[in-house]
Antibody
């Protein structure tokens, strides 16, 4: 059974970097049949897909245009996890952040528990 | 303003059938991209309800069904139960944005 466990700080200062990690059990970050995503949710922006990483003989990344200049998603095969880094955050980046497993054909079948990240000084 | 448009709220009495619409465009639903539906109880992560337009993951009751036509999709819930009270979201891929997009969500109230 696939489970995703998120970790990371709940408070980040403006202009700094938001960093979250999603640990995977029951599957592999290097799976050739899965993709590993970050999605956020806020009252003002609703559910917003941020990006993904996936392995198909080599590593690929896709990022939402809205955050493309500020985001990095990296796999960590040694720990079977993946991470999110969002640079130069502002209060508009305050949201609940979720990691999720899935891709366009299957939807997001497994979700992390969510992390409320507040951007405030 | 979400790329996919849903009604803010719907309601129905126990046992009734409700339908939630999701309106898109030729760059997402109308481009033959898959539509997925999620159920979210406040304070918890979304749960996949329908994938690939009309498929139910294991464990999802057959009271939930999805359909798609042209640039729109819909979720039908039959035999409404109190436990169905939640927020529902549609999701697809948008070719113009080159990214995954969600609807704004629909709050289902069971009267």
């Amino acid at each position: 059974q696939v489970q995703l466990q998120q970790s990371g700080p709940g408070l980040v200062k403006p202009s700094q970097t938001l960093s979250l990690t999603c640990a995977i059990t029951g599957d592999s970050v290097s799976s050739n049949s899965a993709a590993w995503n970050w999605i956020r949710q806020s009252p003002s922006r609703g559910l917003e897909w941020l990006g993904r990483t996936y392995y198909r003989s080599k590593w690929f990344n896709d990022y939402a245009l809205s955050v493309k200049s500020r985001i990095t998603i990296n796999p960590d095969t040694s720990k079977n996890q993946f991470s999110l880094q969002l640079n130069s955050v502002s209060p508009e980046d305050t949201a609940v952040y979720y990691c999720a497993r899935g891709y366009d054909g299957t939807g997001y079948s497994h979700w992390g528990q969510g992390t409320l990240v507040t951007v405030s000084s | 303003q979400s790329v996919l448009t849903q009604p803010p709220s719907v309601s129905g009495a126990p046992g009734q059938t409700v339908t939630i619409a999701c309106s898109g465009s030729s760059s997402n639903i109308g481009a033959n991209n898959n539509v997925h539906w999620y159920q979210q109880v406040p304070g918890t992560a979304p749960k996949l309800l329908i994938y690939g337009n009309n498929n139910r993951p294991s464990g999802v009751p057959d009271r939930f069904s999805g359909s798609k036509s042209g640039t729109s999709a819909s979720l039908a819930i039959t035999g409404l139960q109190a436990a169905d009270e939640a927020d529902y979201y549609c999701q697809s891929y948008d070719n113009t944005l080159s990214g995954r997009v969600f609807g704004g969500g629909t709050k289902l109230t069971v009267l």
